[in-house]
């Protein structure tokens, strides 16, 4: 299965998006940013690693860097999106990791998505500071309130030889050749 990677382009100095999506439909894609998403009306079916999840209103879902992903709201359906740079929350995911993706408790996201938006859309320099860190606060709240495990692998060969892959050309892009690429895979 062919899998997208999708580099973010955040405004200014900041590190954080929100957008809404109304029957939202993407192509399976990863990318090296945490995405965190909220299902303000409606449903969506969503895959995550091999493993899908249908999710109803009001629910939430937390999805680690890297991992291979796609939604399919259904129609009517209207999804909240915070996406944020991965290097914010480092500290908590190089440690940790969810052992489901589905959150199980009421972290106040619709909330914070509305605080988020009128904070980026107001700029300057502390509207950076506090949108970072109630990013930061929020995955505090989520990673000790959900069962965690040690991050360590994925679990699965593929995504971490892949993992592995991006990782060598991000460390040798310069002089990193096709023919490596192959062989280390």
């Known amino acids: 299965m062919l899998v997208n990677r999708e580099i973010r382009q955040y405004a200014g100095d900041n590190r954080v998006w929100v957008g809404k999506y109304k029957d939202l439909t993407n192509l399976p894609h990863w ?3 945490c995405e965190l998403f909220f299902i303000e009306r409606g449903s969506a079916l ?3 690693s091999g493993e899908s999840y249908q999710l109803g209103e ?4 937390f999805i680690h860097p890297s991992l291979h992903h796609s939604i399919r709201g259904e129609e009517n359906s209207l999804l909240q999106f915070i996406l944020f740079d991965s290097s914010l929350v480092s500290s908590i995911i190089d440690r940790k990791k969810l052992c489901s993706p589905l959150l199980s ?3 106040g996201i619709p909330q914070l998505y509305c605080l988020l938006d009128s904070e980026l859309s107001s700029g300057g320099f502390f509207s950076v500071l506090s949108v970072s860190n109630r990013v930061e ?4 709240d989520i990673f000790s309130g959900e069962k965690t495990e040690d991050a360590g692998s994925s679990g699965h060969p ?5 993992q592995a892959l991006l990782d ?3 460390r040798r892009f310069d ?6 690429a192959a062989s280390f895979i």
């Open 105 to 107: 408790r009421d972290y």
């Open 46 to 48: 969503v895959w995550i």
């Open 137 to 140: 606060r929020l995955l505090i």
């Open 31 to 33: 990318h090296s940013d």
């Open 58 to 61: 009001q629910s939430a879902v």
């Open 175 to 180: 002089d990193f050749t096709f023919s490596e």
């Open 168 to 170: 060598e050309i991000d």
């Open 158 to 162: 593929q995504t971490d030889s892949f």
